[in-house]
């Protein structure tokens, strides 16, 4: 058996943070050998400072490190790899930083999704963009950035991405629903999001509308989206209207759904299951509290799948935000890079 690889967590104590520690505390590849937090938590045990949030008890291993300062730059010294939970406002400067010092960062921050150097990468539908990686290591002495697009992004460039390679993309029409964990710790106890619908989230139309073309290589796409936060707790809900380039039929487009294989390959986070895909016939799925879970968060599942034209459909998709779109979607893209041996 292969020595596990140790990685550090940034941001720990965060939603993201929690999800990524719950995500490693039993994985194959990897063991979180640190924590890192703001420096005023340095020297703090993890479970007296984190409130713990997620259903799974906190791995007791866990729970007794010692939070390290995000500042402390000689904490990074023995790390290869780190995953990023951190708010882009300190993301900024910290995560071009470490690459610096050799050191691998899979970062579910926004702050370099656009970057030409850096891989915007959702593995199952964009595996080349990997390449990406071994091009800032060879620059960087070692040191990388690879980064998770927003979680919204990553649902609908799943759904799409068969599609898009079989069929090809004409335009894209999108309204999403969005659950309030995508919010972070705030959204699940901010009560203007219980028994509610905000029309908006700062940015997110934008970030859509940005990272899919980069997911997909193609600056021509004609994309236009709608936003919206609904008290759901977790899984994100999508409404896409979308034309193609070339004619089919709903059972043409669930039979590409059904045989589609990632192109990352089967790796441990995706392993587990029947397919990628859940597909609906059905008038009334998908729905969040069903379905956020399929496949254990790593899934995507689509229904109502409506025929408009011959290269017209609409289609509803739920993704979960915080797993797929988050903590596990960064955990893929390392099992990614150690199976191409970029770690």
């Not at 990524?20 to 005023?40: C, M, N, Q, T």
């Not at 199952?124 to 927003?150: D, M, R, W």
């Not at 934008?206 to 004609?222: A, Q, T």
Request: proline share 6%; hydrophobic share 40%.
């Amino acid at each position: 058996m292969s020595k596990k690889i140790p990685v550090g967590i940034l941001g720990c104590t965060g939603l993201v943070g929690q999800r990524l520690i719950e995500f490693l505390s039993a994985h194959p590849d990897f063991v979180v050998a640190k924590i890192f937090g703001r420096p005023e938590k340095k020297g703090m045990l993890y479970y007296d400072v984190v409130d713990w949030v997620c259903e799974s008890k906190l791995d007791p291993k866990v729970a007794e490190l010692k939070i390290n300062s995000i500042d402390d730059h000689s904490e990074y010294k023995d790390l290869q790899l780190v995953f990023s939970a951190l708010p882009s406002s300190i993301a900024d400067k910290l995560e071009p930083e470490l690459r610096k010092k050799g050191i691998g960062v899979v970062s579910n921050s926004r702050s370099f999704r656009l970057d030409p150097e850096v891989p915007l990468l959702v593995p199952e539908v964009n595996v080349s963009c990997v390449e990406l990686v071994e091009a800032q290591k060879k620059k960087y002495n070692g040191g990388f950035i690879a980064t998770n697009p927003n979680c919204s992004a990553i649902g609908i460039a799943l759904a799409m991405g068969p599609v898009e390679k079989t069929f090809g993309i004409d335009s894209l029409q999108i309204v999403t629903m969005q659950a309030r964990s995508g919010a972070g710790l705030k959204g699940l106890s901010s009560p203007e999001m219980v028994a509610n619908v905000i029309p908006n989230i700062a940015d997110e139309e934008n970030k859509i509308r940005l990272e899919l073309p980069k997911i997909f290589s193609r600056k021509d796409m004609n994309i236009k989206v709608r936003v919206n936060r609904v008290p759901v707790v977790d899984g994100h809900t999508f409404n896409i209207w979308f034309k193609t380039k070339k004619k089919t039929t709903k059972k043409e487009l669930i039979d590409t759904w059904k045989k589609f294989k990632p192109e990352c390959g089967m790796l441990p986070s995706i392993s587990k299951g029947n397919g990628i895909y859940n597909i609906y016939d059905d008038d009334f799925m998908p729905q969040p509290k069903l379905d956020a879970w399929y496949m254990n968060g790593m899934g995507t599942s689509i229904g109502r799948i409506d025929p408009i034209s011959e290269n017209e459909f609409c289609i509803t998709v739920v993704s979960n935000n915080i797993i797929r779109g988050a903590a596990g979607g960064t955990v893929l893209i390392a099992e990614l890079l150690k199976d191409r041996r970029m770690l």
